[in-house]
């Protein structure tokens, strides 16, 4: 599996991540997928070039399977939230949204890890967004 994420074609990585993500079913295959050292690869797809759009929608979906997970927030890495924050901060990427709503909830089960790696910048942007515009 490991070679095909980092495979030179670009819809053979997506296609692994998506792989990776229906074999998530439980806190030990997120821990098996670590111990292989994923992450570094997930967190490399997450921020590569947005012309990889397909790739990167796989790589975000991955890290959203973490969350669906009892515990599995927990065991996101530092480098894979990083990664969603430098999304999460740059307005014209087409996954903006969504890597917001992941560290919020990422930040629900686990608040101190979002904050190491930087991520209550964006999550506030959010809530001080949503405020001005009841008012």
Known sequence: MRNLLIDSIKEVRASAYRVVRHLVTNKKA???ILQLHFDVLLARSLVRDQRMEHEREQS?????SFLAVPGGASL?????????????????DKLHSIAIQSLLEISLNNIELVAHAGGLKPVSFLSD?????TL
Do not use: F, G, Q, W
């Open 30 to 32: 997120i821990e098996t």
């Open 60 to 64: 975000l979906k991955l890290v959203r």
């Open 76 to 92: 996101i890495p530092v480098n894979t939230i990083t990664a969603l924050v430098a999304i999460a901060e740059t307005v014209e």
């Open 129 to 133: 967004e949503s405020t001005s515009k």
